[in-house]
């Protein structure tokens, strides 16, 4: 009994010392913990950053590849590779002996072949009109019509409406009405405006706007263009 005393005397002495020891133990493991885990955050974050960067070169390394293939399936595939057909075309008054990739549009075959440039590739759809030219007279889109389907068309572009030095009527008309502002749709509303005085099917001012609806002017000068084709089928009516 006396031996239990002294047992539950010393513990009851010693505790305070016992408790702090433990709470000092505790706080010591608990820093030694978080600086460990920073340590292994740190680590993980640089690893984590070098997967990322290598991950990154690979992806390049890839998408070079990639284009490299591209590059060469674009070049099995050219123009000089491609089934050809030869054709004749009277272009401007000027017979054309041309050789072309059957796909090969109106359109590509002025611009990339003749590199006559008034012609304005504008949607590539037929949806805006800045391709339109005149085909035996009458007005088409060019980018919709394949080259080889024409063979021994005669065609008329921008370049070929002036007699020269001589503005044809309807220049002269978009000049003085000041029918145009940036003039990228020009070309094309002109050759509409001279293939609808052709087709005279437009008798009055509602005729004309719809019939030349097919040619989109984004500046926004229909109105002075309605005047010009107005004075157009004038002139020609009274020629």
């Known amino acids: 009994m006396t031996l239990f005393r002294h047992l539950a005397l010393t513990i009851k002495c010693c505790y305070p010392y016992f408790f702090l020891t433990t709470v000092a133990t505790t706080k010591i493991r608990y820093k030694n913990l978080l600086a460990t885990c920073w340590r292994k955050g740190k680590a993980h974050r640089k690893n984590r950053c070098r997967q990322l960067l290598c991950n990154l070169s690979l992806s390049e390394k890839q998408g070079t590849t990639t284009r490299k293939n591209k590059r060469n399936t674009m070049a099995n595939h050219s123009p000089t590779t491609a089934p050809t057909e030869k054709i004749s075309l009277k272009i401007n008054g000027a017979e054309q002996q041309l050789t072309v990739a059957t796909w090969t549009s109106l359109l590509d075959l002025l611009r990339e072949y003749l590199h006559l440039t008034g012609t304005k590739k504008g949607c590539d759809h037929g ?113």
């Not at 000049?175 to 005279?200: K, M, R, W």
């Not at 019939?211 to 926004?220: A, D, E, F, T, V």
């Open 127 to 239: 949806q805006c009109g800045a391709c339109t030219i005149l085909l035996d007279g009458k007005r088409v889109n060019s980018c919709l019509s394949l080259a080889v389907m024409h063979d021994g068309s005669e065609i008329t572009t921008i370049e070929g409406i002036a007699n020269g030095d001589q503005l044809h009527p309807v220049q002269q008309a978009f000049v003085e009405h000041d029918a145009f502002q940036c003039g990228y749709c020009t070309p094309g509303q002109i050759c509409s405006t001279i293939g609808l005085i052709n087709e005279g099917k437009a008798k009055t001012l509602d005729d004309i706007r719809d019939l030349m609806s097919g040619n989109i002017c984004r500046c926004g000068a229909y109105s002075n263009i309605v005047k010009v084709v107005q004075e157009a089928l004038e002139r020609s009516q009274n020629a």
